[in-house]
C-alpha cells in the first residue's frame, strides 16, 4: 500500500508564511501527480495545486501568485509553499497522490490555520 504523510500545517497570523511536505512511500509505483487539496468547515473538498511528474503546475485561482507547489520526485516528496497567507486559506490541506494507472491516495490532512 501507499502512505502519504503530512507535515507543516499549524497556525499563523494573515500575511505570514506555512510550508507544507507530503512524503509517500510503499509500493507507488508509476507517480503521475502529486499535489494539494484543501477542506474548509462547510465547504466542499478543492484543488489548490498539482503537479505532474514533467514539472507542469496547475493553481487554483485563489493562490495563484501566493502558493508555489514543487516536487522532489527522488524522495517523492511535495512541498506547497504558502505565503501572504489570508484567513480565506484556514482549511484542512490533503495530499493526493495519483498513479500512471489510475489509482489514487490522499493523506490524512493537515489543519492550517489563519488568524486575521
Known amino acids: 500500500q501507499v502512505q502519504l504523510v503530512e507535515s507543516g500545517g499549524g497556525l499563523v497570523q494573515a500575511g505570514g508564511s506555512l510550508r507544507l511536505s507530503c512524503a509517500a512511500s510503499?509500493?507507488?509505483?508509476?507517480?503521475?501527480?502529486m499535489g494539494w487539496y484543501r477542506q474548509a468547515p462547510g465547504k466542499q473538498r478543492e484543488l489548490v495545486a498539482v503537479?505532474?511528474?514533467?514539472?507542469?503546475?496547475t493553481y487554483a485561482d485563489s493562490v495563484k501568485g501566493r502558493f508555489a507547489i514543487s516536487r522532489d520526485n527522488a524522495k517523492n516528496t511535495v512541498y506547497l509553499q504558502m505565503n501572504s497567507l489570508e484567513p480565506e486559506d484556514t482549511a484542512v490541506y490533503y495530499c493526493?497522490?495519483?498513479?500512471?494507472?489510475?489509482?489514487?491516495?490522499w493523506g490524512q490532512g493537515t489543519q492550517v490555520t489563519v488568524a486575521s
Open positions: 510503499g509500493r507507488i509505483g508509476s507517480i503521475n501527480t
Open positions: 493526493n497522490l495519483q498513479t500512471l494507472r489510475f489509482e489514487n491516495y
Open positions: 503537479i505532474v511528474s514533467g514539472g507542469r503546475t
